[in-house]
């Protein structure tokens, strides 16, 4: 009776083993559903572009300009490095920030400028690697046009995107007003589409 014993236990073990083993989720999938801002660190380098509606009058409640003849657009692109501290804390670096605004703007003249911009930031890694990044009182430092000498804080950037194994994309998707608010002159509201295409720069052997 004893050797029967042994031989079901035995067979109930492997038994066991079998059902872990085929019910054991895979390495890639159980990586894709952790949530951790830890996989997030280091820095990222890329570029930014996207465009503005900008209205001085203000926006209605379906987004549109109350004045459409002191409203504007233009287009923007930037060479940009992310600093992620792998905590949900970080520094970006707009290192040469373009902006546009091309002919057709109502009254306003066409023109070009170039600045600089930092500001601080929180991010957030979800499951199936998605990322969040809040941007906060990211400030311009205008070199050229006829804002020059001159800077401009922008209040609230929300970012939504997707973490890959060697870097990671951005995109502004909410539609929420900005405000920006320049050393001389008065707070203006704007709505702008941002995308950013980011790399690690860390070191691949």
Known sequence: MKHVH??????????????????????VKADSDIASNSQLK?????INSGA????????NQNDQPIDPTTSFSN????????????????????TTYTELRPPGNASFVPLQSLSTAEGNFTYS??????VTVTLTDLTHKIFTGISAGTTAVIDHIALDGHLGTNGLTLVKTDGAVEIVTPSAGSPRQRICERSFV????RERF
Request: glycine letters at 16%.
């Open 198 to 201: 980011l790399l690690s720069d």
């Open 6 to 27: 042994t031989i079901v236990a035995g067979g109930g073990f492997a038994l066991a083993l079998a059902t872990a083993m085929g019910s054991q989720i895979s390495p």
């Open 42 to 46: 280091g820095k990222y380098a890329g």
């Open 125 to 130: 890694v979800g499951p199936k690697h998605t």
């Open 52 to 59: 503005c509606l900008v209205a001085l009058s203000g926006f």
């Open 75 to 94: 287009v923007f692109s930037a060479d940009v490095v992310f600093t992620f501290d792998g905590h949900g804390r970080g520094n970006a670096n707009f």
